[in-house]
């Protein structure tokens, strides 16, 4: 049990990693504020999070600004402090770019973007008052290399990785640091309609990689090979530098799943390739 225990905020708790960290960091001897959109939604997570000691409370990330930091700030008055932040809530957009409607475009990035921002602008003067601090993004693996199929889930990603890779230098004076999750496929409700946004595929891209990987998606949901138990375990003992995690470096990125890490790696290998090949070139263009 924990000596000194971390008060955790984790956005996104109705399902997923979000109750399977707030659940490990429980069972840890820490203290939990989770949100969901809708608690009324799930009230047994929320009986089991509030019965282990929790607090629950409603937060929808794509409320304005002023809403998000009164909840960030009635978190903060329940113990007096936020010692880490997951930002986890957040849902997929599955189609072909060129079928994407502009209301589907918006709400991804509302949601897996703007959402991440306005929490973490919220709950930083309090760790910087502070000095101390995690904040705990939740990427993918699509956040480093892009499919057919999930264009903007993977470019809301992208963003978050960017975000993550500044805000890491930004705050490392303050003694804040930012970790960055990049899961690969795990056994949770993300693929389930309430998790994923599917649009069919027009004419045009039947029977191309878009159908195929909307397919694909489809026949994998609840046969994932990742277990979110494990990947929350990890993600815990990687915040607080225990377990698997003692005694190693502090790093910026967190892949997660077998496969995952395959794709990254591939990623870094066609990065390399790409570069090397055309290095005469980018070499060619200074004064």
Not at 59 to 67: A, C, F, K, R
Not at 94 to 112: H, K, M, W, Y
Not at 153 to 174: D, G, M, R, T
């Amino acid at each position: 049990m924990a000596s000194t225990p971390h008060v955790w905020l984790i956005t996104g708790c109705s399902a997923g990693f979000g109750i399977s960290i707030a659940r490990a960091v429980l069972a840890h001897g820490h203290l939990v504020v989770a949100t969901s959109r809708n608690p009324t939604k799930t009230p047994d997570l929320v009986e089991e999070i509030t019965q282990k000691g929790g607090h629950w409370l409603t937060l929808d990330v794509t409320s304005p600004e002023e809403d998000i930091k009164k909840v960030v700030e009635k978190a903060r008055d329940l113990y007096g402090h936020i010692d880490v932040v997951v930002n986890n809530a957040g849902f997929a957009v599955v189609s072909a770019l060129e079928d994407v409607d502009e209301s589907a475009i918006r709400a991804q990035f509302e949601t897996n973007v703007y959402g991440l921002i306005k929490v973490t602008k919220s709950v930083l003067p309090i760790m910087r008052n502070s000095r101390s601090g995690t904040i705990v993004n939740m990427s993918s693996v699509g956040g480093l290399r892009a499919l057919p199929a999930v264009s903007l889930y993977s470019a809301s990603k992208h963003a978050v990785e960017a975000i993550s890779e500044a805000l890491a230098l930004e705050l490392s004076p303050f003694g804040i640091r930012v970790l960055l999750v990049e899961p690969g496929a795990f056994r949770t409700n993300f693929l389930g309609q309430n998790a994923v946004s599917y649009q069919p595929p027009s004419d045009p891209y039947l029977g191309t990689a878009v159908e195929k990987t909307q397919q694909y998606l489809h026949s994998e949901n609840g046969k994932q090979p990742g277990d979110p138990e494990k990947a929350a375990e990890r993600i815990y003992e990687v915040v607080m530098g225990e377990g698997m995690a003692k005694d190693k470096k502090q790093y910026l990125r967190l892949v997660l799943g077998n496969k995952a890490y395959e794709n990254a790696r591939l990623k870094v290998a066609d990065l390399s390739e790409n570069f090397l090949a055309l290095e005469d070139i980018s070499r060619s263009t200074d004064y």
